[in-house]
C-alpha cells in the first residue's frame, strides 16, 4: 500500500481525503481577473507565526511587482499566499501549508503560474523568481489558501501560449468530445491554426491506491487478449448500453466479453487527446474529420475525459477506476495502450499544437538532429528522448500513476522500437528505460507488451529485457499468405503456429509471443475476406494513408457480395483464421468486433472515423461467428488444462513441423504435430501420449492427410473440422 493522497509531498496528489465526491465544475464566467500578489516567507518567530501561515512582503522585484497590483487588496493578502516552495516532487504536491509547484524547465527565462477556479474562472497570476524559485532547471513555488480543487497552467517568456505541466493528474478543456460549434468557431476561424486549450487540474479526491490482492491472476497459458476502442466498442446505438462511448458504456459489456473467455482487455490510447487536431474533412460527405485513435497524446498521465459520463473536475479519473474495479470483479485484467515514442507536439514550430515539452525543455524531451530540429522516427512528426534521465522518470511516474491511481493491469506501448534510439536517433543494443521497467517493483508484475518497430522498420523485437512481450507481425503475415494460398509458406506457418521457437528462444517462452491476424491498424478480419485493396478516400488523404499491401484475398469478388459460393468461402476463411489463431502456441490477440463479423468496408486506417466505419455495429442477438470464437476459446481451455498445448509451457519439448512437402513448393496443405513437452509449465511431470494434430488445407481441392500412429493405447478424436456443416469444436470422442 501507498501513501495516503493527502500526506504532505505526495507526488502530483492534491485533494482531500480520498473517496471524497467531486463537486460539480463551475461553468460561470468570471466577473473580473483577480491579480495575487508575491511575497517571500519570513523567518518563523517564537511566537509560531510561521506555523499560522504568515507571510510578509518583501524580497524579489518580482515579489515587489506583484505586491503591487494587489496594493489594497487585503481579501488576496488572506486568501492567497505563498512561498519559494522545494524542487521536490516534481508537480503538484500538498504541503503542511498549501500546494508546491515543481516544473522541470531549462527553456525560460521567465516563468508564471496561472491559478483557476473549476471551470476556468481566474483566481490569480503568479510570476516565479529565478533567483529564489528556481533550483538547477526545476522552478518551484509553494501556494497557500487554494481551493481543494482547481486548475492551473504556466505561461513561458517569448512563447504565446499557456504551457501545461506534464505531471498534471488530469487536464480540463476536454470534457466534450469532438467538433461541437463551439469548437469549430473557436478552432477554425482566422488565418492561423488553432488548437484546443487545456489547463492541468487538480481535482478534490484521487482514487484511493490499490490493493494488490483485488487483481486477478491470469495465468500465461489462459490468457486471451481482447483489443477494443473505449469509444467505439459501445459508441453505435446497437450496442444497447445506457451510456455509449464511454468508460460505464464498457463496463456492461465485460459479460460479453469474459464469456466469450477472454481474459484480458486491451484499450487503444485512452490518455488525453485532442480529436480536434485533425482538419481535415471527408472528401465525399464534407463530414468534420478526428483524430479518433487517439495515438497522440497531450499529456502522458491525465485520462482522456470525453470517455466519461459526467466529465469535469477529474471525474474521469474514477469512472476509468470503475472500469478497473468492475474489470477484476469479473477476473479480467485492464491493459491500456500507451503513446511514449511521439506526443501532439508535431513538428515543434509555431504552427503546431505545443502545449509542454516543447516549450519547456525540447532538447531534453526530444531527439533532435544537428539542426536542432525533431527526428521523426515514428511517422508523427518527433520522437521522445526516452533514454534521457529526466524523460525516464516522468515515464516510470507516469507508468507507476496508472497502475497504482487508475488501477491498470498492464500496458501495450505503441511503437515501442522508440525505446532503443539515443540521444541522436541512434539504435541502441540495450535500452535503459526497458530494462528499468522490466527491473521496477510496481511494474515488472504488470503485463508489459511492446509493438516492438517504428516507422523507419527498425524492428527491437529480440532485444527486449524479460518479462516483456511483444507483438508478433510475422504471425499475422503467415496466416495470411496461407489463408491466400501463397505457395513455399509451409515452414514459416508451422513456426508461426508452434509459437515462434526462432525469435522467442529460452529463456523467453512461447507466451512472449502476442499473435495476432487483426488489429487497430489494418483490415478487420470481416474485410480481409473481401476486399483486397484499400478504401481509404473517406479519410481525406487521397487513398494514400493506410498499407497497400495486406495479404488479403476476397474469394473472387471484391466487396460485398450475393454470391453464395463466394460469401461461403468468405466464412470458411474467417473459421480457419481464427482456428489458427486461437489454438496456436502463444498469446493470442482478438480485435474486439472481429468476434460478431464487424467491417470497415475495406478502410484499413480508420484512424479518423468517429462513425459507423470506426464503431462496433452489433447484431441481434448472438451470430455464428461469435458462437464460433467461444467454442474455440472453451477448446482452447480445455487442451491448455490437459497440457497439450503447453502454451507458457519452460522450454521447447514440442515438435512443430510440416508433414509431406517433398519436391512440391506449389501446394498449400500442412499439418503440425504438436507433442507434449516432457515437463508442465510448473516443472511437474507431464501425462504421456497427448499429442494435437493441426492440419490445414489452403487449397480449393481436398487433401487427405496421412495421420501419424497414435501412441499405444490411444485412439485419434476429431475435436474440430472448420469445413464440417455444421463446423466444430465437437465434444471428445
Same mark, same amino acid.
Request: net charge neutral; charged share 25%.
Given at each position: 500500500?501507498?501513501?495516503?493522497?493527502?500526506?504532505?509531498?505526495?507526488?502530483?496528489?492534491?485533494?482531500?481525503?480520498?473517496?471524497?465526491?467531486?463537486?460539480?465544475?463551475?461553468?460561470?464566467?468570471?466577473?473580473?481577473?483577480?491579480?495575487?500578489?508575491?511575497?517571500?516567507?519570513?523567518?518563523?518567530?517564537?511566537?509560531?507565526?510561521?506555523?499560522?501561515?504568515?507571510?510578509?512582503?518583501?524580497?524579489?522585484?518580482?515579489?515587489?511587482?506583484?505586491?503591487?497590483?494587489?496594493?489594497?487588496?487585503?481579501?488576496?493578502?488572506?486568501?492567497?499566499? @505563498?512561498?519559494?516552495?522545494?524542487?521536490?516532487?516534481?508537480?503538484?504536491?500538498?504541503?503542511?501549508?498549501?500546494?508546491?509547484?515543481?516544473?522541470?524547465?531549462?527553456?525560460?527565462?521567465?516563468?508564471?503560474?496561472?491559478?483557476?477556479?473549476?471551470?476556468?474562472?481566474?483566481?490569480?497570476?503568479?510570476?516565479?523568481?529565478?533567483?529564489?524559485?528556481?533550483?538547477?532547471?526545476?522552478?518551484?513555488?509553494?501556494?497557500?489558501?487554494?481551493?481543494?480543487? @482547481?486548475?492551473?497552467?504556466?505561461?513561458?517568456?517569448?512563447?504565446?501560449?499557456?504551457?501545461?505541466?506534464?505531471?498534471?493528474?488530469?487536464?480540463?478543456?476536454?470534457?466534450?468530445?469532438?467538433?461541437?460549434?463551439?469548437?469549430?468557431?473557436?478552432?477554425?476561424?482566422?488565418?492561423?491554426? #488553432?488548437?484546443?486549450?487545456?489547463?492541468?487540474?487538480?481535482?478534490?479526491?484521487?482514487? *484511493?491506491?490499490?490493493?494488490?490482492?483485488?487483481?486477478?491472476?491470469?495465468?500465461?497459458?489462459?490468457?486471451?487478449?481482447?483489443? /477494443?476502442?473505449?469509444?467505439?466498442?459501445?459508441?453505435?446505438?446497437?450496442?444497447?448500453?445506457?451510456?455509449?462511448?464511454?468508460?460505464?458504456?464498457?463496463?456492461?459489456?465485460?459479460?460479453?466479453?469474459?464469456?466469450?473467455?477472454? %481474459?484480458?482487455?486491451?484499450?487503444?490510447?485512452?490518455?488525453?487527446?485532442?480529436?480536434?487536431?485533425?482538419?481535415?474533412?471527408?472528401?465525399? %460527405?464534407?463530414?468534420?474529420?478526428?483524430?479518433?485513435?487517439?495515438?497522440?497524446?497531450?499529456?502522458?498521465?491525465?485520462?482522456?475525459?470525453?470517455?466519461?459520463?459526467?466529465?469535469?473536475?477529474?471525474?474521469?479519473?474514477?469512472?476509468?477506476?470503475?472500469?478497473?474495479?468492475?474489470?477484476?470483479?469479473?477476473? !479480467?485484467?485492464?491493459?491500456?495502450?500507451?503513446?511514449?515514442?511521439?506526443?501532439?507536439?508535431?513538428?515543434?514550430?509555431?504552427?503546431?499544437?505545443?502545449?509542454?515539452?516543447?516549450?519547456?525543455?525540447?532538447?531534453?524531451?526530444?531527439?533532435?538532429?544537428?539542426?536542432?530540429?525533431?527526428?521523426?522516427?515514428?511517422?508523427?512528426?518527433?520522437?521522445?528522448?526516452?533514454?534521457?534521465?529526466?524523460?525516464?522518470?516522468?515515464?516510470?511516474? *507516469?507508468?507507476?500513476?496508472?497502475?497504482?491511481?487508475?488501477?491498470?493491469?498492464?500496458?501495450?506501448?505503441?511503437?515501442?522500437?522508440?525505446?532503443?534510439?539515443?540521444?541522436?536517433?541512434? $539504435?541502441?543494443?540495450?535500452?535503459?528505460?526497458?530494462?528499468?521497467?522490466?527491473?521496477?517493483?510496481?511494474?515488472? #508484475?504488470?503485463? !508489459?507488451?511492446?509493438?516492438?518497430?517504428?516507422?523507419?522498420?527498425?524492428?527491437?523485437?529480440?532485444?527486449?529485457?524479460?518479462?516483456?512481450?511483444?507483438?508478433?507481425?510475422?504471425?499475422?503475415?503467415? /496466416?495470411?499468405?496461407?489463408?491466400?494460398?501463397?505457395?513455399?509458406?509451409?515452414?514459416?506457418?508451422?513456426?508461426?503456429?508452434?509459437?515462434?521457437?526462432?525469435?522467442?528462444?529460452?529463456?523467453?517462452?512461447?507466451?512472449?509471443?502476442?499473435?495476432?491476424?487483426?488489429?487497430?491498424?489494418?483490415?478487420?478480419?470481416?474485410?480481409? $475476406?473481401?476486399?483486397?485493396?484499400?478504401?481509404?478516400?473517406?479519410?481525406?488523404?487521397?487513398?494514400?494513408?493506410?498499407?497497400?499491401?495486406?495479404?488479403?484475398?476476397?474469394?473472387?469478388?471484391?466487396?460485398?457480395?450475393?454470391?453464395?459460393?463466394?460469401?461461403?468461402?468468405?466464412? !470458411?476463411?474467417?473459421?480457419?483464421?481464427?482456428?489458427?489463431?486461437?489454438?496456436?502456441?502463444?498469446?493470442?490477440?482478438?480485435?474486439?468486433?472481429?468476434?460478431?463479423?464487424?467491417?470497415?468496408?475495406?478502410?484499413?486506417?480508420?484512424?479518423?472515423?468517429?462513425?459507423?466505419?470506426?464503431?462496433?455495429?452489433?447484431?441481434?442477438?448472438?451470430?455464428?461467428?461469435?458462437?464460433?470464437?467461444?467454442?474455440?476459446?472453451?477448446?482452447?481451455?480445455?487442451? %491448455?488444462?490437459?497440457?497439450?498445448?503447453?502454451?507458457?509451457?519452460?522450454?521447447?519439448?514440442?515438435?512443430?513441423?510440416?508433414?509431406? @512437402?517433398?519436391?512440391?513448393?506449389?501446394?498449400?496443405?500442412?499439418?503440425?504435430?504438436?507433442?507434449?513437452?516432457?515437463?508442465?509449465?510448473?516443472?511437474?511431470?507431464?501425462?504421456?501420449?497427448?499429442?494435437?494434430?493441426?492440419?490445414?488445407?489452403?487449397?480449393?481441392?481436398?487433401?487427405?492427410?496421412?495421420?501419424?500412429?497414435?501412441?499405444?493405447?490411444?485412439?485419434?478424436?476429431?475435436?474440430?473440422?472448420?469445413?464440417?456443416?455444421?463446423?466444430?469444436?465437437?465434444?471428445?470422442?
Amino acid at each position: 500500500m501507498g501513501r495516503d493522497a493527502d500526506q504532505p509531498g505526495d507526488r502530483l496528489h492534491g485533494g482531500t481525503d480520498e473517496g471524497t465526491r467531486l463537486p460539480g465544475a463551475d461553468r460561470r464566467p468570471a466577473a473580473r481577473r483577480a491579480a495575487l500578489l508575491r511575497g517571500r516567507r519570513r523567518r518563523p518567530d517564537r511566537t509560531g507565526a510561521r506555523a499560522q501561515g504568515r507571510w510578509h512582503a518583501g524580497g524579489s522585484a518580482a515579489h515587489r511587482r506583484n505586491l503591487d497590483r494587489a496594493r489594497g487588496r487585503d481579501d488576496l493578502l488572506t486568501a492567497r499566499r @505563498f512561498g519559494p516552495g522545494t524542487p521536490e516532487p516534481l508537480g503538484v504536491s500538498r504541503t503542511a501549508a498549501g500546494r508546491n509547484f515543481a516544473l522541470f524547465a531549462t527553456r525560460p527565462a521567465r516563468l508564471s503560474l496561472d491559478l483557476f477556479a473549476p471551470g476556468g474562472a481566474p483566481l490569480a497570476s503568479l510570476v516565479l523568481d529565478p533567483h529564489t524559485d528556481r533550483t538547477g532547471d526545476v522552478w518551484h513555488l509553494e501556494v497557500a489558501g487554494l481551493p481543494e480543487s @482547481f486548475e492551473y497552467h504556466f505561461r513561458v517568456d517569448s512563447f504565446p501560449r499557456p504551457v501545461l505541466d506534464p505531471r498534471a493528474p488530469a487536464l480540463a478543456g476536454g470534457e466534450v468530445w469532438g467538433w461541437t460549434p463551439e469548437a469549430v468557431r473557436e478552432l477554425t476561424e482566422g488565418a492561423e491554426p #488553432r488548437w484546443r486549450a487545456y489547463r492541468g487540474l487538480v481535482p478534490a479526491a484521487l482514487p *484511493a491506491i490499490l490493493d494488490e490482492a483485488a487483481r486477478p491472476v491470469v495465468a500465461d497459458a489462459r490468457r486471451i487478449v481482447c483489443e /477494443l476502442h473505449a469509444r467505439g466498442y459501445t459508441r453505435h446505438p446497437s450496442s444497447e448500453v445506457a451510456a455509449p462511448g464511454t468508460y460505464a458504456g464498457l463496463i456492461e459489456r465485460l459479460p460479453r466479453l469474459r464469456d466469450l473467455g477472454v %481474459t484480458t482487455i486491451e484499450l487503444l490510447p485512452v490518455a488525453e487527446f485532442d480529436e480536434t487536431e485533425n482538419r481535415r474533412r471527408n472528401p465525399e %460527405t464534407g463530414e468534420r474529420l478526428v483524430n479518433f485513435w487517439g495515438y497522440s497524446p497531450v499529456s502522458f498521465f491525465a485520462p482522456k475525459a470525453s470517455y466519461a459520463v459526467a466529465p469535469g473536475g477529474g471525474r474521469e479519473l474514477f469512472e476509468l477506476r470503475a472500469l478497473a474495479d468492475a474489470c477484476h470483479a469479473a477476473g !479480467l485484467e485492464l491493459v491500456v495502450d500507451v503513446v511514449f515514442n511521439h506526443t501532439a507536439e508535431a513538428g515543434l514550430g509555431r504552427q503546431d499544437p505545443v502545449r509542454s515539452l516543447a516549450a519547456l525543455a525540447p532538447e531534453v524531451y526530444y531527439i533532435l538532429d544537428r539542426r536542432v530540429t525533431p527526428l521523426d522516427l515514428t511517422g508523427c512528426g518527433n520522437t521522445v528522448n526516452l533514454n534521457h534521465p529526466v524523460v525516464r522518470r516522468l515515464v516510470l511516474d *507516469a507508468l507507476r500513476w496508472w497502475v497504482e491511481r487508475l488501477g491498470v493491469d498492464g500496458f501495450r506501448f505503441d511503437l515501442a522500437a522508440a525505446l532503443f534510439r539515443g540521444p541522436r536517433g541512434e $539504435v541502441l543494443d540495450r535500452s535503459p528505460l526497458a530494462e528499468e521497467i522490466a527491473a521496477d517493483p510496481v511494474l515488472s #508484475r504488470r503485463l !508489459l507488451i511492446a509493438e516492438p518497430w517504428d516507422a523507419t522498420g527498425f524492428d527491437a523485437s529480440d532485444r527486449f529485457p524479460l518479462p516483456w512481450r511483444v507483438w508478433n507481425g510475422r504471425f499475422r503475415d503467415a /496466416l495470411r499468405r496461407a489463408q491466400r494460398g501463397d505457395g513455399g509458406i509451409e515452414r514459416e506457418l508451422a513456426l508461426r503456429l508452434s509459437g515462434s521457437p526462432d525469435r522467442f528462444a529460452a529463456p523467453r517462452c512461447a507466451a512472449t509471443s502476442i499473435q495476432f491476424v487483426t488489429c487497430h491498424d489494418g483490415f478487420t478480419l470481416a474485410d480481409l $475476406v473481401t476486399y483486397t485493396a484499400k478504401r481509404n478516400l473517406p479519410n481525406g488523404e487521397g487513398n494514400r494513408d493506410g498499407w497497400g499491401d495486406n495479404l488479403a484475398t476476397n474469394g473472387g469478388v471484391e466487396g460485398p457480395t450475393d454470391d453464395p459460393r463466394v460469401t461461403a468461402a468468405r466464412r !470458411l476463411r474467417r473459421r480457419n483464421l481464427l482456428a489458427q489463431l486461437l489454438l496456436a502456441r502463444g498469446t493470442p490477440m482478438l480485435l474486439g468486433g472481429d468476434e460478431v463479423g464487424n467491417t470497415q468496408h475495406g478502410n484499413n486506417n480508420a484512424w479518423c472515423q468517429d462513425n459507423e466505419t470506426g464503431w462496433v455495429v452489433w447484431p441481434a442477438g448472438e451470430g455464428e461467428l461469435e458462437t464460433w470464437v467461444r467454442d474455440l476459446l472453451a477448446l482452447r481451455r480445455e487442451l %491448455t488444462a490437459e497440457s497439450a498445448l503447453e502454451i507458457a509451457a519452460s522450454g521447447w519439448g514440442a515438435a512443430a513441423f510440416p508433414i509431406g @512437402f517433398a519436391g512440391d513448393e506449389a501446394r498449400t496443405e500442412l499439418m503440425v504435430d504438436l507433442v507434449l513437452p516432457a515437463c508442465t509449465a510448473d516443472g511437474g511431470p507431464a501425462p504421456s501420449g497427448q499429442r494435437l494434430l493441426l492440419a490445414f488445407n489452403g487449397g480449393e481441392r481436398e487433401v487427405r492427410f496421412p495421420v501419424p500412429r497414435s501412441p499405444w493405447g490411444t485412439h485419434w478424436a476429431l475435436r474440430l473440422d472448420t469445413g464440417a456443416d455444421p463446423p466444430g469444436p465437437w465434444s471428445r470422442a
